[in-house]
């Protein structure tokens, strides 16, 4: 067993014993505000997330938030170590309950190893370069639909003659 399995069942395990005496945070969108509230101790997504893009955000957030985050391989893993019946691309532990010592223990793991970087962390400078785009079209654009409404529609002669 790898470094990085180990660290992905004992994730799991963590899970287990939060989503039953914690506070989790299930889902992209509930985790997201979880991490901008500063709110979580460990942040865990799946890695087999289709489009990527739903959980590509999760791990610059975490960053510059300074939150420990991981990545595990499926969604449908994730989900059953939450406790949910479905899959699910994100967790976020806000309140580790009985799990406090594990936790701990989890994030120094993670720590030690914050070199290895997710599979996920290289999409998210792509994705920003692809909104910065879109961006400098706006200008010109903007501009045409100043100049349209400045121009006076006036009535053609067969209207006048109406």
């Known amino acids: 067993m790898t470094e990085n ?3 992905v ?3 799991y395990s963590l899970l287990n014993i939060v989503s039953e005496t914690g506070k989790l ?3 992209t969108n509930e985790s997201t505000k979880a991490i ?3 709110q979580t101790k460990l942040v865990i997504f799946a890695e087999d997330v289709s489009p990527p893009e739903v959980v590509a955000h999760i791990t610059p957030l975490c960053k510059e938030r300074e939150i420990p985050c991981i990545g595990v391989p ?3 893993e994730l989900g059953k170590a939450a406790g949910l019946n479905v899959p699910t691309a994100c967790v ?3 309140d580790a309950g009985e799990g ?3 936790l701990t223990d989890l994030v120094s793991e993670l720590s030690k190893a914050g070199s290895k970087k997710p599979a996920k962390e290289p999409e998210a400078p792509a994705e920003e370069k692809a909104e ?3 961006a400098e079209p706006e200008a010109p654009a903007e501009e045409k639909a100043e100049e349209k409404p400045a121009e006076p529609e006036a009535p053609t002669e067969e209207e006048k003659s109406e």
């Open 5 to 7: 399995q180990e660290l």
């Open 9 to 11: 069942n004992k994730a």
């Open 25 to 27: 945070r299930k889902g």
């Open 36 to 38: 901008e509230r500063k």
């Open 74 to 76: 499926f969604r449908a």
């Open 92 to 94: 976020a532990i806000v």
């Open 100 to 102: 406090k010592k594990q």
């Open 132 to 134: 910065e785009k879109p």
